[in-house]
C-alpha cells in the first residue's frame, strides 16, 4: 500500500527524479520560464516554492540549503536578491501555468508554459459591475 507517500514518481527512480527537479529549477530561476509537461510542472511547483520559502529566510543555513539543491552561487545569490524579496509579502504559490501551447507532437500532450506569478508584480482580479442581466446593454 502507498499510504502517505505523496508525489509522483515520474517513471524515474528518486535520484533521476531529483536531477530533474533540480535541473528545471535552475532553468526557471535563470531564465524565467519553462516549458514542461503538465505533470513534471505540477510537482516542479512543490519544489520551487520551497527553495523561494527558504531564500525568504535570508539565514546562512536557509542559503546553504538551496545552494545543496541548486549547485549554483550565481544562481543561489539571483534567488536572494532579487528573486526572493519580490515575494515577501506572499505565503506561497510563486509559480503558475499560463499560455497552452498546443499538444506535443506524437503524444498529444498539452504543454505549459510554467512561470513566476506576474514576475512579483501582484495583481487584483479585475472588477464587474452588478449583475444587469443577460439582455441589458453593454453601456
Known amino acids: 500500500m502507498r499510504h502517505l507517500k505523496s508525489g509522483r514518481k515520474l517513471n524515474r527512480h528518486s535520484s533521476h527524479r531529483l536531477a530533474l527537479f533540480r535541473n528545471q529549477a535552475k532553468s526557471l530561476l535563470l531564465h524565467g520560464r519553462i516549458t514542461t509537461t503538465v505533470p513534471k510542472a505540477k510537482e516542479l511547483t512543490g519544489f520551487v516554492d520551497h527553495l523561494i520559502h527558504l531564500a ?51 503524444t498529444g500532450r498539452p504543454w505549459p508554459w510554467w512561470n513566476w506569478w506576474s514576475r512579483g508584480r501582484l495583481s487584483a482580479p479585475p472588477r464587474l459591475g452588478p449583475w444587469r442581466g443577460p439582455h441589458a446593454p453593454l453601456a
Do not use: C, M, N
Request: aromatic share 8%; hydrophobic share 35%.
Open 56 to 106: 525568504k529566510r535570508g539565514d546562512l543555513h536557509a542559503r546553504r540549503l538551496v545552494l545543496r539543491d541548486l549547485q549554483d552561487v550565481k544562481l543561489v545569490r539571483k534567488l536572494f536578491d532579487e528573486i526572493a524579496p519580490k515575494y515577501q509579502g506572499r505565503p506561497g504559490g510563486y509559480t503558475r501555468s499560463s499560455s497552452w501551447r498546443s499538444a506535443a507532437a506524437g
